[in-house]
C-alpha cells in the first residue's frame, strides 16, 4: 500500500505566474484535502475534494482552484502568483462520506517560493 | 467559528522528563479535536484524536490527551520525552469526524540529552 505523494517536491516561480501541483491520494480513498503552511504557521484548509466535487472551502480567493480524477488524485492551481503565496502546500488524503472522513494521511508536501 | 490555541511556540524537556504541550479549543458545536506531528521535512502524521468516546486517548508513541470540557482543553503529554520526540507538534479542531481540520500554530518540542 502507498502513502500519498506529492510532487514536485520544491518549486520555484515569480510572481504573476502560475502553478500546478499534483498529489497522488492513497489507495482506496476517495477524498482529497490541501492545506496552505506558511512558515511558522499551523497548516491552513484551501479546500477538500470528494469523487471530483469540490466538498468545501476555506477562506482562500479564487484563483486557487483543483482538480480530483477519476483515480482520485488531486492538483491545486494556483494563478498569478503572490509573494504570499510562498508556502509548504499539503495534501492528505482518506476515505470519506462526503460530510465525513476518517483519518487523513498526509503527503510531504511541496514547497512553493515566490521571487 | 472554531479555533485551537497552543500556549507556548517552544517547550524544552530533558531527555526522560515529562511532556506537556498545551491547547486550548474555542467551538461552538462538540469538537473533534486531533494532535498531529511533523518531522523536518516531513507531512503530518496523526498521534490521536478525540471523537466524542473516552475523554482520555491514548495515541502512538506513548502519547495521550485528556478531553476537559469546562476547560476547553486537550493538553498532549507523555510520562518520558525521547530524543525522537523532537518535533513541532499541531493541535486541530473540526466540527466533524476530519472534515476541515482548524490547525494551531504549532509547539516546537526540543529534547536535551
Known amino acids: 500500500e502507498t502513502g500519498v505523494t506529492q510532487s514536485p517536491t520544491h518549486l520555484i516561480k515569480t510572481r504573476g505566474q502560475q502553478v500546478t501541483l499534483r498529489c497522488s491520494s492513497q489507495?482506496?480513498?476517495?477524498?482529497v484535502s490541501w492545506y496552505q503552511q506558511a512558515l511558522g504557521q499551523g497548516p491552513q484548509f484551501i479546500f477538500q475534494y470528494y469523487r471530483e466535487e469540490e466538498n468545501g472551502r476555506g477562506n482562500f480567493p479564487p484563483r486557487f482552484s483543483g482538480l480530483q480524477f477519476p483515480n482520485y488524485s488531486s492538483e491545486l492551481n494556483v494563478n498569478a502568483l503572490e509573494l504570499d503565496d510562498s508556502a509548504l502546500y499539503l495534501c492528505?488524503?482518506?476515505?470519506?462520506?462526503?460530510?465525513?472522513?476518517?483519518?487523513?494521511?498526509f503527503g510531504p508536501g511541496t514547497r512553493l517560493t515566490v521571487l | 467559528a472554531q479555533s485551537v490555541t497552543q500556549l507556548g511556540s517552544h517547550v524544552s524537556v530533558s531527555e526522560g522528563a515529562l511532556v506537556l504541550l498545551r491547547c486550548n479549543y474555542s467551538s461552538s458545536v462538540p469538537p473533534y479535536l486531533f494532535w498531529y506531528v511533523q518531522y523536518p521535512n516531513q507531512g503530518l502524521q496523526l498521534l490521536l484524536k478525540y471523537t466524542s468516546a473516552a475523554t482520555l486517548v491514548k495515541g502512538i508513541n506513548g502519547f495521550e490527551a485528556e478531553f476537559k470540557k469546562s476547560e476547553t482543553s486537550f493538553h498532549l503529554t507523555k510520562p518520558s520525552a525521547h530524543m525522537s520526540d523532537a518535533a513541532e507538534y499541531f493541535c486541530a479542531v473540526s466540527r466533524t469526524s476530519f472534515q476541515k481540520l482548524v490547525f494551531g500554530t504549532g509547539t516546537r518540542l526540543l529534547v536535551s540529552p
Open positions: 489507495s482506496g480513498h476517495n477524498t
Open positions: 492528505a488524503s482518506s476515505l470519506g462520506t462526503g460530510t465525513s472522513t476518517d483519518t487523513q494521511y
